[in-house]
C-alpha cells in the first residue's frame, strides 16, 4: 500500500559544528609562464550537520532513531506466523534531523593556460576536475557511517569541465564540455530488496556518465568600429547554444518522485539564448 511522509523543519534541531582544513599547490613552470597548475584538498568533519534522511535510511537506522520515525501497523497474526517481529509500514517522516557526524574530503584540480598572437588573436585553454571519493554520514553514534558518494542520494565521484575561449578584437567565441560522473541507481544504506528493485526497474545497476557541450558567440561593437553610431554605440550581441549535440539525459525508472530524468541533465535538450545589451 502507500506509505505517507512527512517532509519538513524540526524546532529541536540543534546548530551545527563544524572543522575544515584545505591545502593548495600552484605551479607555473618558468618556462611557460602562461601556464598555470593547482591542486587544493579540502577535509570538513562536522557534528550535528543538520541533513534529511531518505526513507531507506530512515528504515535502516529506524531502532536508533527517535521514536515516531516509522509509523507501523499491527502485526496480524498472519504476520507472526511469517516470522515479521514488527508491523507493515504506514508512515515515514523524513524531516531534518541532526546527524550524528559527516565528513567530506575533496580534490579540486585546475590547468589554465592562455595563448597570444598578434595575428590570431588570444586563446584560452583551461580544465577544471573535482574528485570526491568519500563523503561519510553517520546518522546516530552507534549506526555505522555510510559512504554517499557515488549514490543517487550523494555527490558524484568525478565532475568537471574543460573549454577553450577565443578573442580577437570584438569577437570572442567559446566553447566548453561538462562531464558528470557515473552513479548507482540506489541510495547508500538501501536494503538489498531495494537495491535489487531499483536494478530491475533501471536494468543497470549504474546511471551511465553524461558529458554536454555548449558553444557561444559574442560581438561586441567598439568605438574604433565603423558602427559604432547612434543607438549600435557600446552593443554587444551574442548567441549561446547549449547542449549543443542534442544528448537526452539519462531516464531513471522508479516510482513516485524517484522516477524521471538524472538532475545532471536538462529534458530541454539543444537550447539557443540571444541576448543584445548596452552599457550606460
Not at 137 to 161: H, K
Request: charged fraction near 20%; include cysteine.
Amino acid at each position: 500500500g502507500l506509505i505517507a511522509h512527512t517532509f519538513g523543519g524540526n524546532p529541536d534541531l540543534r546548530p551545527e559544528d563544524s572543522d575544515t582544513w584545505s591545502v593548495g599547490v600552484v605551479f607555473v613552470p618558468p618556462w611557460m609562464e602562461d601556464l598555470r597548475l593547482s591542486v587544493d584538498c579540502t577535509r570538513i568533519d562536522k557534528v550535528d550537520e543538520i541533513a534529511s534522511l531518505n526513507g531507506q535510511e530512515v528504515l535502516f537506522f529506524e531502532d536508533s532513531l527517535p521514536a515516531g520515525r516509522v509509523t507501523r501497523g499491527e502485526l496480524t497474526p498472519e504476520d507472526i506466523a511469517n516470522g515479521f517481529e514488527a508491523g507493515p509500514v504506514q508512515a515515514i517522516n523524513v524531516s531534518s534531523v541532526n546527524v550524528a557526524e559527516a565528513q567530506v574530503q575533496a580534490w579540486d584540480f585546475q590547468a589554465d593556460y592562455l595563448w597570444r598572437s598578434d595575428r590570431v588573436g588570444e586563446l584560452h585553454f583551461y580544465a577544471l576536475a573535482t574528485w570526491q571519493p568519500h563523503f561519510k554520514r553517520r546518522p546516530v553514534p552507534e549506526a555505522p557511517a555510510l559512504d554517499l558518494a557515488g549514490f543517487n542520494n550523494g555527490p558524484l565521484q568525478w565532475r568537471g569541465n574543460a573549454g577553450i575561449d577565443w578573442v580577437r578584437g570584438s569577437w570572442t567565441l567559446g566553447w566548453n564540455a561538462q562531464f558528470f560522473d557515473s552513479y548507482r541507481v540506489y541510495a547508500a544504506g538501501s536494503s538489498q530488496g531495494a537495491i535489487n528493485t531499483a536494478m530491475l526497474n533501471q536494468g543497470s545497476a549504474m546511471i551511465s556518465s553524461q558529458t554536454y557541450h555548449d558553444v557561444f558567440a559574442r560581438y561586441r561593437v567598439s568605438n574604433s568600429s565603423h558602427f559604432a553610431s547612434g543607438w549600435l554605440e557600446d552593443m554587444e550581441f551574442s548567441l549561446n547554444i547549449q547542449n549543443l549535440f542534442d544528448r537526452i539525459p539519462p531516464i531513471i525508472a522508479g516510482t513516485g518522485s524517484s522516477n524521471g530524468y538524472s538532475t545532471y541533465g536538462d529534458p530541454r535538450l539543444r537550447r539557443y539564448v540571444i541576448s543584445v545589451r548596452r552599457r550606460f
